[in-house]
């Protein structure tokens, strides 16, 4: 092969890889969403799709629901870690099913590459406003004052066994050094329904959720589970202002599969807190009582790993499992 034939084989392969490398940035990235289409996951991994757009290409979302989020989140877990998959992470896939579920497909603590956090929605104690008036309730100290004056004689409805509403509710009592019965519900709207029925006197809702009946006078807000007041309901003190420490509320944010290049998730974390700043981001993620929380890699890495230690104590101490 003389010198001539050699330097046109290598350009040759030189343009090969280059149009390889060229197709490679212009293939879609599938976000994973472990749930359905429609919920608040949902809607806000559209919305951060449609505004990364111009800066990583197209992002189609995947729902994978099933299994608690588990069908998703393993699906992220065993993808190729190129960067062209990433995920949801949620409370209940990476804080709460590690210790609720007795198998789990991925290790929540392993398997992912963090990237950022995406949200932070409050959970609201509420109360049926007629029960609270009735009760001489106003306020979070009141509840617990009841509580310890009158055993037992107060009880919480939740969506189930497992559920955001049960361990938050668990977590309370604990830490207010009170008793409640527990009662189970299938679902989330079902709870509610009994709430507002006056079947059960307190419950630990989703703010989305509980903020028509809120607005309406039908139910009361004592307290928000964030540590610190939530823009979405400014009035409504915390429940750490009494229980200090107390914050138990729902997130999720962004990973990709565990060995994704620091570079590639760099990228995506730019990408990513860019369209979380924007303020339509801000104006959509509101209407669903959402707040919006963009960090690094290693902060929404830490933030995870510190609510894994803190529901494996609330879910071992409900007892409840899922086999």
């Known amino acids: 092969m003389n010198a001539r034939h050699f330097l046109l084989t290598l350009v040759s392969a030189a343009a090969l890889l280059a149009t390889a490398q060229a197709a490679a940035q212009t293939r879609p990235i599938r976000l994973v969403v472990p749930y359905a289409a429609g919920g608040p996951i949902d809607v806000t991994a559209r919305v951060l799709a449609e505004r990364v757009k111009d800066s990583l290409g197209t992002v189609i979302i995947d729902n994978k629901p099933g299994a608690g989020g588990n ?8 993808a190729a870690p190129d960067g062209l998959t990433i995920g949801i992470a949620a409370t209940a896939t990476h804080a709460v099913n590690p210790w609720l579920y007795s198998k789990m497909p991925f290790n929540a603590a392993s398997d992912f590459a963090p990237i950022t956090q995406m949200v932070r929605v409050p959970n609201v104690l509420v109360m049926n406003a007629e029960t609270a008036q009735r009760l001489k309730i106003h306020t979070l100290a009141d509840l617990i004052a009841y509580a310890k004056a009158n055993p037992a004689k107060l009880n919480y409805g939740s969506g189930g066994n497992g559920s955001a509403g049960h361990l938050a509710g668990e977590l309370f009592k ?3 050094g009170i008793f409640a019965v527990h009662i ?4 989330g709207n079902p709870a509610q329904l009994a709430l507002l029925s006056g079947q059960v006197d307190f419950n630990f809702d989703n703010l989305a959720t509980a903020a028509p009946n809120i607005r309406s006078g039908k139910l009361k807000a004592i307290a928000v589970t964030t540590a610190q007041r939530s823009s979405a309901l400014p009035e409504v003190p915390p429940v750490a202002a009494t229980l200090k420490g107390f914050s138990i509320d729902t997130w999720w944010g962004l990973v990709a599969p565990a060995g994704t290049p620091a570079d590639v998730v760099a990228k995506l974390n730019q990408a990513f807190v860019a369209a979380l700043h924007a303020p339509e981001t801000k104006t959509r993620f509101a209407s669903l009582l959402a707040e919006p929380v963009a960090n690094s890699p290693e ?3 830490s933030f995870m790993k510190s609510e894994l230690a803190k529901y494996e104590t609330v879910v071992k101490a409900t007892g409840a499992k899922v086999d």
């Not at 069908?71 to 065993?78: E, R, S, T």
Request: proline letters at 6%; zero cysteines; hydrophobic letters at 40%.
């Open 71 to 78: 069908i998703g989140a393993d699906a992220v877990a065993k």
């Open 174 to 176: 604990k830490e207010a």
């Open 184 to 187: 189970p519900y299938n679902g």
């Open 299 to 301: 902060q929404f890495g």
